[in-house]
């Protein structure tokens, strides 16, 4: 595995962890490798200790120190810019080491955990020297993240570009939300029990909500974060991808074109917001100063590399109809933002309201609407929302709940949500990676709404404290239908 960026924050704090997983539940055994190619004046040493420091740090009294040793030794290092024709010799020759000494029998994986900006050139480079050519039985795969192009042409555009020089079926665009269990989860759910299925559409459901929010700002991102927003950062990925889950139709099987079809349908089936619309369907907004977990944080005009007089949104807010047989007259409403009250993802599906008249004519307090939620994160979990009878003899009915989580039940702990897709990639088992025509599919909902914004056409800029459940402006949205958003 070769690692492009390998001395940035998501190696240390997803990617390696990951592969200590994966050795550790034996998916992987002798026969890997690690070389990382970055920029920086770190030794080949001073790497391999700060990844076992992140590694101590993370796993705490549970690590294994012999398989960190281990797995830590396999570790080299290129020094070195991705222009650099020195360092690009120095990896062929770190390669031929590890065919030699592990028997990797010339299988590379190589995760471009870089800026957006060297996807393309690094994916040309491997080309150029050679490194994607694969035969007698081996294989070359490239794992890229994202985000996959800025709008929806420079997506088309670099889709088409890596085409020329690699094969669709050696890229592989990876989402680490489609890690999470529960996410995987979400077809097993529906696709293996009987009792769900036939009330997931139209008849049943009355609209549904998926949710990403976060209560950290945007860190030391603010360059990058100044360009993008919440709206480019998080929807046309991750949340068109939750969206895709949860409307798609049953696969002909879990392969993965049959799976990656199916959701391609779904966000090709959203119909493009009318710019007129965007005021009342998509509201925007941008934290300001507040309180998490009772200390003050700056407002986004304050953070590192923000311009002062930045109008780029960290809350977004929208309305999406699926314009199919299942789902046609359903509204999912999607939102997601920083420094919100708290770190939260999940995908609820609240039911119609059964017929009231006899609870009426009881005077019992009216049943509330039942909820079924995938809680993603920061827990694991899946929960049924129904409504029971208080006992005693009065006719008294309460909310109650069913939960099912993921650590209480399976044990499960200390997952990053990149295990699996990883050893996806090293199987060749693209089912839970996306296809070019998905990540263009996802920009192609959310391009009419840049498009209005950008002609100055997609309503205020709302502010709204850290700390909050974001602009108010948000709360209407769902009230303009009648409808209201779930408490964070």
Same mark, same amino acid.
């Given at each position: 595995?070769?690692?492009?960026?390998?001395?940035?924050?998501?190696?240390?704090?997803?990617?390696?962890?990951?592969?200590?997983?994966?050795?550790?539940?034996?998916?992987?055994?002798?026969?890997?490798?690690?070389?990382?190619?970055?920029?920086?004046?770190?030794?080949?040493?001073?790497?391999?200790?700060?990844?076992?420091?992140?590694?101590?740090?993370?796993?705490?009294?549970?690590?294994?120190?012999?398989?960190?040793?281990?797995?830590?030794?396999?570790?080299?290092?290129?020094?070195?810019?991705?222009?650099?024709?020195?360092?690009?010799?120095?990896?062929?020759?770190?390669?031929?080491?590890?065919?030699?000494?592990?028997?990797?029998?010339?299988?590379?994986?190589?995760?471009?955990?870089?800026?957006?900006?060297?996807?393309?050139?690094?994916?040309?480079?491997?080309?150029?020297?050679?490194?994607?050519?694969?035969?007698?039985?081996?294989?070359? !795969?490239?794992?890229?993240?994202?985000?996959?192009?800025?709008?929806?042409?420079?997506?088309?555009?670099?889709?088409?570009?890596?085409?020329?020089?690699?094969?669709?079926?050696?890229?592989?665009?990876?989402?680490?939300?489609?890690?999470?269990?529960?996410?995987?989860?979400?077809?097993?759910?529906?696709?293996?029990?009987?009792?769900?299925?036939?009330?997931?559409?139209?008849?049943?459901?009355?609209?549904?909500?998926?949710?990403?929010?976060?209560?950290?700002?945007?860190?030391?991102?603010?360059?990058?974060?100044?360009?993008?927003?919440?709206?480019?950062?998080?929807?046309?990925?991750?949340?068109?991808?939750?969206?895709?889950?949860?409307?798609?139709?049953?696969?002909?099987?879990?392969?993965?074109?049959?799976?990656?079809?199916?959701?391609?349908?779904?966000?090709?089936?959203?119909?493009?917001?009318?710019?007129?619309?965007?005021?009342?369907?998509?509201?925007?907004?941008?934290?300001?100063?507040?309180?998490?977990?009772?200390?003050?944080?700056?407002?986004?005009?304050?953070?590192?590399?923000?311009?002062?007089?930045?109008?780029?949104?960290?809350?977004?807010?929208?309305?999406?109809?699926?314009?199919?047989?299942?789902?046609?007259?359903?509204?999912?409403?999607?939102?997601?933002?920083?420094?919100?009250?708290?770190?939260?993802?999940?995908?609820?599906?609240?039911?119609?309201?059964?017929?009231?008249?006899?609870?009426?004519?009881?005077?019992?307090?009216?049943?509330?609407?039942?909820?079924?939620?995938?809680?993603?994160?920061?827990?694991?979990?899946?929960?049924?929302?129904?409504?029971?009878?208080?006992?005693?003899?009065?006719?008294?009915?309460?909310?109650?709940?069913?939960?099912?989580?993921?650590?209480?039940?399976?044990?499960?702990?200390?997952?990053?949500?990149?295990?699996?897709?990883?050893?996806?990639?090293?199987?060749?088992?693209?089912?839970?990676?996306?296809?070019?025509?998905?990540?263009?599919?996802?920009?192609?909902?959310?391009?009419?709404?840049?498009?209005?914004?950008?002609?100055?056409?997609?309503?205020?800029?709302?502010?709204?404290?850290?700390?909050?459940?974001?602009?108010?402006?948000?709360?209407?949205?769902?009230?303009?239908?009648?409808?209201?958003? !779930?408490?964070?």
């Amino acid at each position: 595995m070769v690692i492009f960026g390998i001395t940035g924050d998501l190696t240390a704090r997803l990617l390696f962890p990951a592969l200590y997983n994966l050795a550790h539940d034996h998916y992987v055994g002798e026969q890997i490798a690690i070389a990382g190619f970055a920029l920086g004046d770190l030794t080949e040493q001073k790497l391999r200790d700060s990844l076992t420091e992140s590694l101590h740090h993370q796993f705490g009294q549970q690590i294994d120190p012999e398989l960190v040793k281990k797995l830590v030794s396999r570790v080299r290092f290129v020094p070195s810019d991705f222009e650099s024709a020195e360092g690009w010799q120095k990896l062929h020759d770190i390669l031929s080491d590890f065919d030699r000494d592990y028997k990797t029998a010339g299988n590379y994986l190589f995760y471009l955990a870089t800026a957006p900006d060297f996807f393309l050139p690094v994916v040309q480079r491997l080309a150029h020297e050679g490194l994607l050519n694969a035969g007698n039985g081996q294989w070359r !795969r490239v794992i890229i993240e994202k985000p996959f192009g800025h709008d929806l042409e420079s997506a088309h555009q670099l889709s088409r570009e890596l085409l020329k020089v690699a094969r669709q079926d050696q890229i592989y665009l990876i989402d680490h939300y489609l890690g999470k269990e529960t996410v995987q989860n979400i077809m097993v759910f529906r696709f293996a029990n009987g009792m769900f299925e036939p009330i997931w559409n139209r008849r049943y459901v009355d609209h549904v909500q998926i949710t990403v929010a976060e209560s950290l700002g945007v860190e030391h991102r603010g360059r990058y974060y100044d360009h993008t927003g919440a709206l480019r950062d998080m929807i046309p990925n991750h949340l068109a991808q939750l969206l895709a889950l949860t409307a798609m139709e049953p696969p002909s099987s879990f392969s993965a074109n049959a799976l990656q079809n199916e959701q391609v349908k779904v966000l090709e089936s959203v119909p493009p917001i009318d710019p007129e619309d965007c005021e009342w369907c998509v509201v925007r907004g941008q934290y300001g100063r507040g309180m998490i977990d009772h200390q003050p944080v700056p407002g986004y005009h304050e953070e590192e590399y923000v311009d002062p007089n930045s109008q780029t949104e960290t809350y977004v807010a929208l309305k999406f109809m699926v314009d199919t047989w299942r789902w046609a007259g359903v509204p999912f409403y999607l939102r997601t933002g920083k420094r919100l009250g708290k770190r939260y993802t999940e995908i609820a599906i609240r039911f119609r309201n059964p017929p009231l008249s006899l609870f009426r004519r009881s005077g019992a307090t009216l049943p509330q609407p039942n909820h079924l939620v995938h809680a993603i994160q920061p827990q694991e979990n899946i929960s049924v929302e129904f409504v029971g009878k208080v006992p005693g003899p009065v006719l008294e009915t309460r909310h109650v709940n069913m939960h099912f989580d993921y650590s209480d039940y399976f044990g499960v702990a200390n997952r990053t949500g990149y295990e699996t897709l990883l050893y996806d990639a090293m199987i060749g088992d693209a089912s839970l990676f996306k296809r070019a025509d998905m990540i263009e599919a996802g920009w192609a909902i959310v391009q009419p709404i840049l498009n209005a914004w950008g002609a100055n056409r997609g309503g205020e800029l709302h502010e709204y404290p850290a700390g909050s459940d974001g602009p108010e402006a948000s709360d209407k949205l769902l009230r303009h239908d009648r409808r209201s958003w !779930r408490a964070l």
